[in-house]
């Protein structure tokens, strides 16, 4: 944006909308990193009084600044999404594509984790929520194309053996090794390798 010249009497002040601008901006950043805060540290379904309190503002700035908590954890969704989709897109380097299924495992772990708490929270609403549920139905396909992706012909054919694939693949299974059975993340992960290796022990190239 172009700057004017300041007067010699003085500075120009700004208009009182910018300032109610920037004091709207500041308090939005807060109620979203007092989301993304208490959801990392383990509060999974934090109340907007809850949130107010942590971000330091009124109940009803939360509302002014979102609908409903619908809309706030929208923003949550998107900011993570955005945190870890580098990592997830990043072009895979094995030679065959049994490399690259294993390197997709060793992947998936290190998303999975990332996102874990955040996840859980939003698989927890999602029952009372049509925004969230079509987020986790997206997140579904994500995941089953992202590994149809690397398959061969003859592995894609049967369908059967792409789900038996897609079942330790999943967020769903690396929540039930970490939160559930509270693995480690190294144990998780060789869990996961186990199944996949399994499932390819089966398949002929």
Request: aromatic fraction near 6%.
């Amino acid at each position: 944006m172009k700057r004017s010249i300041t007067p010699v009497s003085g500075p120009k002040s700004n208009p009182p909308s910018d300032g109610r601008r920037a004091r709207s901006e500041s308090s939005r950043a807060k109620i979203v990193a007092a989301m993304l805060d208490l959801v990392g540290k383990g509060d999974i379904a934090p109340s907007a009084a809850r949130v107010a309190e942590t971000a330091g503002v009124g109940l009803r700035s939360v509302f002014r600044h979102f609908a409903d908590m619908d809309s706030l954890y929208s923003e949550m969704s998107q900011l993570i999404e955005a945190q870890v989709l580098p990592m997830a897109l990043k072009p895979l380097t094995g030679a065959r594509w049994r490399d690259r299924l294993l390197e997709i495992t060793q992947r998936r772990a290190l998303v999975f984790e990332a996102i874990l708490p955040f996840r859980i929270s939003a698989n927890i609403k999602r029952f009372q929520s049509e925004f969230l549920m079509q987020d986790y139905r997206r997140m579904l396909r994500l995941e089953r194309s992202s590994l149809e992706a690397v398959l061969p012909a003859h592995v894609l054919a049967d369908t059967t053996l792409v789900d038996a694939l897609n079942v330790p693949l999943s967020f769903q299974t690396w929540r039930l090794l970490r939160h559930d059975q509270e693995l480690t993340v190294a144990d998780a992960q060789a869990v996961v390798v186990r199944l996949i290796e399994a499932v390819l022990a089966r398949i002929e190239d």
